[in-house]
């Protein structure tokens, strides 16, 4: 099976590649990761954003390479939950006739992070500053450095591909859809 990842990051492919291997252990995946817009804003700051931002970007992996069995989108996003701010992920996972979404466990951000992000820096930037570290977010991310890597990017995201395949596992539950389908924003 041919799977788009609409990233190059390399801890998103490597999610999807594990999602996908476990949901469909045995079977033969082949999986390319490319660049495509989100469509929203570099960090997006709500639930409703996130989920758009991975729509959009699994749209259009669909657009770019329509030949594919799956395209997958991951947008982390962040939410104000109260005076505290939260991280999580949302994925849309797309075929041609069943689409699923999956969102990851959520977390708060210490206040030294959230406040960096009130300033303007999107959740990677303020990691390696108060970290003191370079492109984590394309390594372990927020949850790996704040959980000492139990839990890092990866296996965050990687539970969230699952949770969008289940429709994928069980077409007798959720019907099919025609197309690819299109949000109007």
């Known amino acids: 099976m041919k799977i788009i990842v609409a990233s190059q990051n390399p801890v998103k492919i ?5 999602g996908f291997k476990r949901f469909y252990a045995g079977e033969p995946i082949e999986i390319q990761g490319i660049s495509v817009p989100s469509g929203v804003s570099r960090q997006p700051l709500t639930d409703e954003e996130t989920l758009l931002g991975a ?7 669909a657009k770019m390479n329509p030949q594919s069995d799956f395209w997958v989108g991951i947008e982390g996003g962040i939410n104000k939950i109260q005076d505290e701010v939260a991280a999580f992920a949302w994925v849309v996972i797309l075929s041609k006739n069943q689409n699923g979404r999956g969102r990851t466990s959520t977390f708060f951000l210490p206040e030294k992070i959230a406040e960096l992000i009130r300033q303007g820096y999107e959740l990677g930037e303020a990691d390696d ?9 394309q390594e372990n991310g927020a949850v790996g ?4 890597n139990i839990i890092d990017r ?3 995201y990687e539970q969230a591909v699952i949770m969008a ?16 389908p299109i949000l109007i924003r």
């Not at 490597?14 to 594990?18: G, K, R």
């Not at 500053?129 to 977010?137: A, L, W």
């Not at 959720?174 to 690819?180: E, W």
Request: proline share 9%; charged share 10%; net charge positive.
């Open 14 to 18: 490597q999610a999807a590649w594990l």
């Open 55 to 61: 729509t959009i970007r699994a749209q259009q992996a």
């Open 129 to 137: 500053q108060v970290f003191g570290r370079q492109n984590s977010k």
């Open 145 to 148: 450095l704040l959980t000492g």
């Open 154 to 156: 990866c296996a965050l």
């Open 165 to 180: 395949l289940i429709p994928f596992k069980n077409p007798d539950l959720y019907p099919p859809v025609q197309g690819i």
